[in-house]
Structure formats: C-alpha cells, structure tokens
C-alpha cells in the first residue's frame, strides 16, 4: 500500500507540468535544427510560454479519463478522443486519423502503412499525464503509454519509447536517482530494440567520460547506421537522456544540453523538465525561469469546440490530484492486484515494502507485443479476446487472409468458458475454420487447445476498396455477444 502525503505529491505534478512548459518552451525555436546548439535561455517573450502538442494532447487524454473513468480508458477510447478532438494532420498524426476513419481501429491505426513514422516521436513525448496519474504505480502507467502510443505508432520504436518514458516518469514519484530510473525503464522494454541500444550507448558514454558533444556525435552517427535518421524516437530520448545524465542533476543545465543536441528539440527539452520536476519538486526548478515563463498552457493542437480543458499548470495540477484516487485504487483493499492500493494522506509518505526492484521486469511488454502488428484486443466484463491477422490487411479477388483468435478469462473471473465463434462476411466471403474456442481459468500459465484458433478469411471474386470483416464471440454466461469488426482493403 502507497500513502502519499498531499501536499508531496501535488508539488511533484505541478513541477512536472511547469518543468514540462519550461524545456518545451526553450527548446521550440530550435526544432528541427540538426547542428549542435548553443543556446543560453528563453528565445520567447517574457510570460508567454509557446505552444507544444507535447502538452496539448495529454489534455485531451485527460478529458477522456474524467468523462469515461479511467477503467475504462483503453486505445480505442483515446482514438476516438483523437478522432474528436486533435486537430493536426502532420505525420503519424494524419496517418492515425486516415487509418481510422478507414476502419482500422487501434493499433493497426498506428502500423498500417505507417513504415515511416512508427519509430518516430510522437508517443513518449506525452507519457507525463499517464505517470502523474498513476504515480509509482508503474504497470498502470506503462500499460496506459502504450494504449495511448499505440493509436500511431502501433508496435514501432515509437510506443518503446513510450513505454521507457513513462515507466521511469511513474517512478520518479518514489526514486530520484536517475541511474536507476534508467535501469528501470530499459527492464520495460526489450533488450536488442532500438530505444534500448541508443539509451546504452548514452550511459556507456558518460560513464566512460566522453564528453556530452561526442556523445550526442555517436547517436547521431548511430542514426546513420541503423538508418533511423532524424526525427525518430530513439536518437531524441537519447538525447533527453544525455542532458538528465551530463546536467548532473542542475535543471538549467539539463534542458539547455539536451536542446543543444538538436533535431527534436521542444520534446528532449520538455521532457528532461518534466522528469526533473516529478524527482525533485518545485524546488528544482530556478525561480527567474519560473517567473519567466508564467503559469499559462497555451496549445496548437487542440480542437476545442465546447470542452473545458486547463489553461495553466495551477489548473491541470489541481485536475489531476482530483483524479488520482480513481486511477490509483479500488474501493476494495482485496482487489489491489489492479496496482498497489494508493492512499493520499495530510501524514507521511510511505510506500510499505515497494523498491526499485519490485518495479523491474518486461512482463507487459512480452505479452503485448508478441502479437501480430495486425491485432485489435477486446475486452468485457469476463474476457478478452485478440484478433490478428497474419499479414497486412488488404485483400485481392479469390485471395485469402488468415486471423487468428485468442480468448482468456480475465484475472476477476476464474471461471472457465466455452466460446462461439460466427463470421458476419461482405457478399462472396467465406470463413474456413474452428467455430468454438475454450478458455481455461486465466491464472493457467500454459495454453491449452482452443484458447487460439485459426481462420482463414476467403474473398470472393468481387472485393469493395473496404471489406469490413465481423467476428462475433458470445459464451453462455455472458448476455450480449461480442462483436469485433476488422478491417480489410480490397
């Protein structure tokens, strides 16, 4: 059980959100830019802190905790939020929103012909609103970075990044020394990806006493041997990396070299700010930028309509801290296998028996991403079930495409189930294959026959520019069947 004194906790989230308008604020004049910087301060007007889409989204995927609770939030809510309320088209955000209103639901939206911009920048960029909501509370925090990055990015280096951000952001609420919140956000990713190579060779550089303009040298010239190039994830958190390491723990410092490294320059700088407020509070962040800056959010990417979203650090702080209890605890202390019980208290911080060491592991990511780039996950009440096909969907005349489907009880309902499997087809498709699926109890650690089947999915000798495919699944216990509607391009 987490007990996490009020006022704390409150002053780690508004430093976040202030060290956050600060880094991104510096570093916005200088986006895109690929030489090595030298840059001394703010480039802006005195109290007029400059938009970032860093920010403005975490707004929105806020309003979509509130309005749905934060249970029910998953990557299919946030893309219709996406859908709503995003306005941009640039890059995998056009790609994201083009997919979905193709059909692709997430997080094929973010890998269908997305080669370009998966790996990009996008995702870990946002991950603050995930960890301040679920302070030390890791896996809720990562499982939410990646809904939330898989919408356009889907499986790329992109939603690993995210993944290795928020993990460290959502633990910098317990720990403040950055080595091991590094260990702790690479045991979230896997070892041989790229995010994970480029956050080695940064350590392994300072570690070593290369100076910081050599190292940021060798990521971009292992940019130029992966062929990742400018603008992706991994080089940039690199980059972030660099300056929370070479800064040595001075805030100015810190967000001045990571902008100094160039390329994506409003995400390294807001993020190293960020993470620095979350470690050390208010008290990190040096007064005249304080009073520089001021306390408005000013955003560029939002398309309001009628929605209330906050306008200053005070106000997204203050909304937070009103939701943290939903998203952090049930009413229940038997039902905290969900995430630790989390309690905010007028008393001392105490975080029972949980160190840095209960917070290492890939289990998440070892079973998300060994899934078909291709998949969609549904859940319910009793189940969830994954459909994935085995290549990218698009389909020609008399072709055929195989899905594969996989049930598990959820951890609440250890029962097990027999399922049924119907195809609800365009005219002339035909599905081939088992028509029932059997789930054990979910705590059983080795598969058992039926728990995945495989479908082949026929078309006919007409294909429409869009084949909407449905599986539904019902089972005896449940009322209404499950409908899952997979996309195919002709």
């Known amino acids: ?3 996490y004194n009020r006022k704390e ?15 991104g604020t510096i570093g916005t004049p200088f986006e895109g830019q690929r030489q090595i910087n030298d840059v001394k301060g703010f480039n802006s007007p005195k109290g007029n802190p400059l938009p970032n889409d860093d920010l403005d989204l975490q707004l929105v995927w806020l309003r979509a905790m509130d309005e749905q609770g934060p249970d029910a939030v998953d990557n299919k809510v946030l893309g219709q939020y996406w859908m709503e309320y995003v306005g941009p088209h640039w890059n995998e955000y056009g790609v994201c929103k083009s997919n979905m209103r193709s059909g692709f639901l997430p997080p094929m939206s973010g890998s269908f012909q997305n080669e370009r911009w998966m790996d990009s920048n996008g995702a870990w960029i946002r991950t603050e609103i995930w960890a301040c909501t679920h302070p030390a509370t890791i896996e809720k925090a990562i499982k939410l970075a990646f809904a939330d990055a898989s919408v356009d990015h889907g499986f ?9 951000v928020a993990a460290m ?8 020394d950055l080595d091991t919140l590094i260990k702790i956000g690479l045991s979230k990713i896997p070892e041989n990806c790229q995010v994970a190579r480029y956050i080695r060779l940064v350590v392994d550089c300072y570690k070593r006493g290369v100076d910081w303009k050599d190292a940021r040298n060798a990521i971009v010239h292992e940019n ?13 958190i690199a980059f972030a990396v660099l300056g929370l390491l070479y800064g040595e723990g001075d805030f100015k410092k810190s967000i001045l070299l990571a902008v100094d490294c160039g390329d994506d320059t409003d995400c390294t700088g807001a993020t190293v700010g960020a993470l620095m407020g979350i470690m050390y509070g208010p008290e ?11 306390e408005s959010i000013v955003t560029v990417a939002i398309v309001r309509g009628t929605g209330y979203f906050p306008g200053s650090c005070e106000e997204l702080a203050n909304a937070v801290m009103h939701l943290i209890p939903a998203c952090t605890r049930t009413a229940l202390p038997e039902l905290a296998s969900k995430g630790p019980w989390f309690e905010i208290t007028d008393g001392e911080t105490s975080f029972g028996e949980l160190n840095a060491e209960s917070f290492m592991g890939d289990e998440f990511v070892k079973r998300t991403f060994s899934r078909t780039p291709w998949s969609v996950e549904f859940k319910n009440v009793l189940f969830s079930v994954v459909a994935g096909f085995d290549r990218e969907p698009v389909i020609a005349p008399n072709d ?8 598990r009880m959820i951890p609440e309902c250890p029962q097990q189930n027999h399922f049924y499997v119907r195809w609800i087809l365009p005219d002339g498709f035909r599905a081939e294959g088992p028509s029932n699926l059997y789930a054990p109890e979910p705590h059983c650690v080795e598969p058992v026959p039926r728990e995945s089947i495989e479908v082949t999915i026929t078309a006919g000798d007409y294909v429409e520019p869009q084949n909407v495919v449905i599986c539904e699944i ?9 409908y899952i509607p997979l996309t195919i391009l002709g």
Do not use: H
């Not at 019902?474 to 499950?482: F, G, M």
């Open 1 to 3: 059980m987490i007990k």
């Open 9 to 23: 906790l409150r002053d780690k989230i508004y430093a976040c959100w202030l060290g956050k308008n600060i880094g």
């Open 156 to 164: 790329g280096e992109g939603s690993y990044g995210a993944i290795f």
């Open 169 to 176: 952001e959502s633990a910098a609420f317990m720990i403040d």
């Open 224 to 236: 130029e041997v992966t062929g990742l190039g400018w603008f992706q994830a991994p080089g940039n």
């Open 284 to 294: 990190i962040i040096p007064a005249d930028w304080a009073e520089y800056i001021g």
């Open 400 to 407: 055929e495409i195989k899905v594969k489907l996989s049930v």
């Open 474 to 482: 019902s089972t005896p216990d449940q009322i209404l069947p499950t």
